[in-house]
């Protein structure tokens, strides 16, 4: 290219012709200065014509927006009845339409406002009816919902005030009301305004992308050559493959036109043009435009995905353009018909110990197939490219039965049916008669009062670990693949004997570690919520997936693939209600899904319920009276189904309206598809309506999902979510309303995660350690039960609204785990799906009571240390005589029971109360109502570090303020008080930073309901 030299700008309108974007309009050049003419009402030179008969005059004609399309028959507006300010409804000189016309008042800024409604967002024709009978154009402004869309566009003489022409130009309208101000730019005023028609397009507005907002390489965004759009242009380096790669998001996916507009003074400057990778235009021409300061289009045609795509445009010669934006405009209808499914899907090689080889014929597609998808029992193993026909799944695990099937997708990512399924078997690893090395160093962390933590240091072997095998009291009792486990469902106050196995994967087996013996603690109300003894309520089940509970506390329950639904009582009496029409399965995941109880059942009678019909996936209502089932009724269809990615789960918020979680029905492209109810997470009325807040007009609430199905709210009321990912990641989401988790482009935090307001999960795992199918909450501690992990973890809800603490239970004992569901007594019920769902009938719900723990302290309202005694010696390293000086002192741990007192937070306030006085060292304050103790040597600040918005002050100045004061009466033994208070609200009002610690505990006192000491003595001093 050149060398450049500058020039000045000029009016940016006079290059928008192709041009387009929200709230923006496309006009021709714009005069400049106009000559003056007054027009006084009523002396305008007569000339009449017959009311209504506009004649047809020269016009200019402002560009459309790009992508616009006039369609509909337009809606007119008259100016009479629009807002008028400084201007005045006349009707003086014939040939207006409705009762007459605006004569604006002669000066700058008097407008016309009219109020124009939309069917849809998108661009849209306006057409002014106007005369102007003077010499001089007399410009107006437009806006639209108050942003001025572009410079004034000319309405020039129409040769008499009885003569009536039209201004036509392009904007973009949100849908439903729209303000449209049209504004005097002169000191004459505006024309006589007489109505103004609004055209809906018959397809979207296109959408623009500035080049200098683009990732760049080899190139420089410039702004020296005038009548570029936004802040400037990219001129590319003189290389061959220098790139400007735009990020664009297709609310759909289909067809797009995308117009690329240039200059370039001379010389063809062809660039290469690939969608996501994939080269749509090879060599585009780039003709030369005649002068840097002219700018034109090329366009070419592609297929995108729904939500984001690459653009990358590329120069193929040793220059290219100075290129200035990419506007995309979809140009038909999205591509929904999906291939055919992959026929003869069978065995193409013989397996073996860790591989299965498949085959299958060549699906077709309206536009044409671009890859196969294999999959093992829902989960994604291997890709391959249209032309494949064959491929081999590695890394599997030896002697194991596998389920096979294959899918075709096409560009737009429409996948098809799934292919006939195949069950194929790994043959057994090779012989190894060698065990693992014995585990080592078996030790207890941590305890609780039904729940024992265990650790041991690893062993080795000749080919690999497979895992460890747990036993208590001499039994089997679970497994692990990692070096920890927590063994769940235990008694308190109980010993119990640990020993700890390694083995690999022909069986062979380690010694046992040493045993060791623990006991649990004891148990309280209101804290920590930990799995205690299991019971099986029922046997025999089939795919127990949905499960709620009646006002009376019995359970209620569907089956998958029956479509039965039961009546489950604690006892374990199980009674038939009936069966959920018009279900179907899917031979995978769909059928009878997600159950519901209404909120108002008691008066109401209804049960909701999740299932697959014929046309895709339905939520439905019931009546349930007299252990009977009837009155079905349909509240929302048209999700799609497929054999996987159903989701299924259903849950009553704390606003009345009922969520749903639901699968990208295995076409992925849905989940970014606004328009798509797959992907999401669904949000309607309890009649199956669509409630007025939610964020996109449908019953979308959230999006970029992938297979969502755990559904639960917190103590805020926020709402949480587990979802299966494809290989990589699953995850827990807390969803926002209008919220987008990023699949297909984002997997947990894989792929790419960084762009388009994608929002990342608050927890992942592999996929072999989880597939979240159910969550419930207690007391803010997330439970998530798992079908591959076969295993319960439990997290807790941090004050940053992060997962925490993560404890894993119940690994490897009850097998697939499907639901876990908390009763109301506070105890979880906890379904299984055995064999992946293979064999009828051989599932069972188990109970599991919760018991809150309070790692040695008793249940009454009491508070105690770990360290000391009541009314013993405060050790010294929690005093002033640890580190000889006084101040930020190591903390002692303290411990508490919530007892009767119904605390919303807890405070404790630490004295010196020698001689009956009150000496305030140290007082902690808005400590959660679900935290039940402090950990030793609590941190230095305000805002105390890791207790979940707990503060703290101390006695003294600067640093010694921040931190526990401990005792230090310099010789002599004084009496020490730790006081619990129990307060009666989540954070204690009137008091900050800067507050005395005198003030501190008059607003405690005041905020607190009851109280109780923990007393100490010491003579520390330095």
């Known amino acids: 290219m050149p060398p450049i030299s500058h020039r ?120 002014l009816g106007y005369a ?68 809906a397009a018959d397809g979207p507005a296109g959408t623009d992308y500035e080049a200098e907002s683009a990732q760049i390489s080899q190139g420089a965004a410039e702004s020296n050559h ?62 030369a435009t005649g002068a840097w300061t002219t700018w034109k289009t090329v366009s070419v045609n592609a297929t995108l995905k729904a939500g984001s795509n690459k653009i990358r445009a590329t120069t193929s010669g040793v220059d290219g353009p100075n290129l200035d934006k990419l506007t995309v405009t979809p140009t038909g209808p999205a591509d929904t018909e999906r291939p055919t499914a992959p026929a003869n899907l069978r065995k193409d090689k013989e397996p073996t110990a860790t591989t299965v080889s498949l085959a299958w014929d060549a699906a077709t597609d309206n536009v044409g197939v ?192 029956t479509f039965n639904v039961y009546k489950l009582t604690k006892s374990g009496t199980k009674t038939l209600v009936g069966k959920v029409p018009n279900s179907q399965t899917t031979g995978g995941e769909g059928g009878l899904l997600g159950l519901e109880v209404s909120p108002t059942f008691a008066t109401d009678h209804y049960l909701y319920f999740v299932h697959t019909a014929g046309e895709g996936n339905r939520i439905a209502r019931m009546t349930l009276e007299n252990n009977t089932l009837s009155g079905y009724k349909v509240l929302l269809q048209g999700m799609e189904k497929s054999r996987y990615h159903n989701g299924g789960r259903l849950r009553f918020g704390p606003d009345g309206k009922l969520y749903a979680t639901m699968g990208d029905a295995q076409t992925e492209s849905r989940a970014q598809d606004r328009n798509s109810l797959n992907g999401k997470i669904l949000r309607i009325n309890p009649d199956g309506s669509i409630p007025s807040d939610n964020p996109f007009g449908n019953a979308v609430w959230s999006l970029g999902h992938r297979n969502p199905q755990g559904l639960d709210f917190d103590s805020k009321g926020r709402l949480w979510e587990s979802e299966f990912g494809n290989s990589v990641m699953d995850e827990v989401n807390l969803i926002q309303k209008g919220g987008n988790y990023g699949w297909p482009n984002c997997e947990g935090t894989s792929g790419d995660c960084s762009g388009s307001g994608y929002i990342a999960p608050k927890k992942t795992w592999s996929t072999s350690s989880a597939s979240p199918s159910g969550l419930t909450i207690i007391n803010d501690h997330v439970f998530v039960a798992t079908t591959v992990g076969k295993r319960v973890y439990r997290m807790r809800i941090d004050s940053s609204s992060n997962l925490v603490e993560q404890k894993t239970y119940f690994q490897g004992t009850y097998d697939r785990l499907r639901t876990v569901e908390v009763d109301h007594d506070g105890d979880i019920w906890l379904t299984t799906s055995t064999d992946k769902d293979g064999t009828d009938g051989n599932d069972r719900i188990l109970r599991i009571d919760i018991v809150y723990s309070d790692d040695g302290t008793a249940g009454d309202f009491k508070l105690s240390s770990s360290a000391f005694n009541d009314n013993a010696t405060i050790p010294t390293r929690h005093t002033c005589a640890g580190d000889g000086t006084a101040g930020q002192d190591p903390s002692p741990p303290l411990a508490w029971g919530a007892g009767t007192t119904g605390g919303r937070s807890w405070a404790i306030v630490f004295a010196d109360v020698a001689n009956g006085g009150n000496k305030l060292h140290w007082a902690i304050w808005d400590i959660p109502a679900t935290k039940l103790s402090l950990p030793e040597a609590l941190g230095s600040g305000f805002n105390v570090p890791g207790q979940d918005g707990a503060k703290q002050k101390a006695m003294g100045s600067g640093a010694n303020a921040q931190q526990y004061f401990g005792p230090c009466p310099g010789g002599s033994t004084h009496p020490y008080t730790f006081t619990l208070y129990a307060v009666n609200s989540s954070t204690v009002p009137g008091i900050n930073s800067g507050s005395s610690m005198a003030q501190i505990e008059t607003a405690i006192k005041n905020a607190s309901t009851a109280n109780v000491k923990l007393r100490g003595n010491s003579n520390a001093g330095t």
């Not at 117009?259 to 010389?267: G, H, I, L, N, T």
């Not at 460890?468 to 990692?482: F, K, N, P, V």
């Not at 003894?533 to 209620?556: E, K, M, R």
């Open 8 to 127: 000045p700008r000029r009016a940016v309108g006079a290059f928008l012709a192709a041009a387009t974007a929200a709230l923006t309009i496309a006009l021709p050049n714009l005069s400049a200065a106009q000559p003056a003419g007054a027009h006084p009402a009523g002396a305008h030179p007569a000339g009449a014509h017959p009311s209504g008969a506009h004649p047809s005059v020269a016009q200019p004609s402002g560009a459309k927006a790009a992508g616009a399309k006039a369609a509909a028959a337009p809606v007119r507006y008259e100016a009479e009845s629009a807002v008028i300010s400084e201007g005045a409804v006349e009707s003086n000189h014939d040939g207006f339409s409705g009762t007459g016309f605006v004569n604006f008042d002669n000066k700058t800024g008097s407008y016309v406002e009219f109020t124009v409604d939309a069917p849809a967002a998108g661009s849209a024709t306006l057409t």
């Open 132 to 199: 102007n009978g003077t010499d001089a154009n007399r410009p107006l402004g437009i806006a639209v919902n108050g942003d001025q869309t572009a410079d004034d566009p000319t309405f020039p003489s129409t040769g008499a005030w009885t003569t009536w022409s039209s201004v036509t130009t392009t904007v973009t309208l949100k849908a439903g009301a729209n303000t449209i101000r049209t504004t005097s730019a002169a000191a004459e005023g505006g024309p006589n305004l007489d109505y103004v028609d609004v055209t």
């Open 226 to 287: 005038d009548g570029y759009s936004g802040t400037g242009f990219v001129n590319f380096d003189v290389v061959t493959g220098a790139y400007v790669e735009f990020s664009v998001d297709a609310a759909q996916a289909g067809p797009a036109r995308l117009d690329f507009r240039y200059a370039s003074a001379s010389a063809d400057r062809p660039l290469d043009i690939a969608v996501d990778g994939a080269t749509v235009a090879d060599d585009l021409s780039f003709p």
């Open 370 to 561: 671009t890859g196969y998808d294999i999959y093992q029992h829902g989960q994604l193993m291997k890709k391959v490219g249209p032309d494949v026909l064959a491929a081999t799944v590695e890394n599997l695990d030896p002697e194991t039965s596998y389920d096979w099937t294959v899918f075709a997708r096409d560009a737009a990512g429409n996948a098809s049916e799934a292919s006939n399924a195949v069950t194929i078997a790994t043959l057994p690893a090779p012989p190894d008669t060698e065990p693992p090395t014995t585990p080592g160093n078996l030790t207890s962390p941590s305890k609780t009062a039904t729940t024992v933590d265990l650790s041991w240091a690893a062993s080795s072997d000749n080919v690999k670990v497979t895992g460890y095998e747990i036993y208590r009291d001499g039994a089997l009792s679970g497994t692990s693949e990692t070096t920890s486990t927590s063994v769940a469902g235990l008694t308190p106050n109980t010993a119990y004997a640990f020993k700890v196995r390694a083995y690999d994967l022909k069986g062979n087996k380690s010694a046992f570690t040493p045993e060791i013996t623990v006991t649990t603690s004891g148990t309280q109300p209101g804290g920590t919520p930990d799995p205690g003894a299991v019971s099986t309520i029922a046997s025999g089940v089939d795919v127990a997936w949905g499960l709620g509970f009646l006002p009376d506390g019995t359970g209620i329950f569907t089956e998958r693939n």
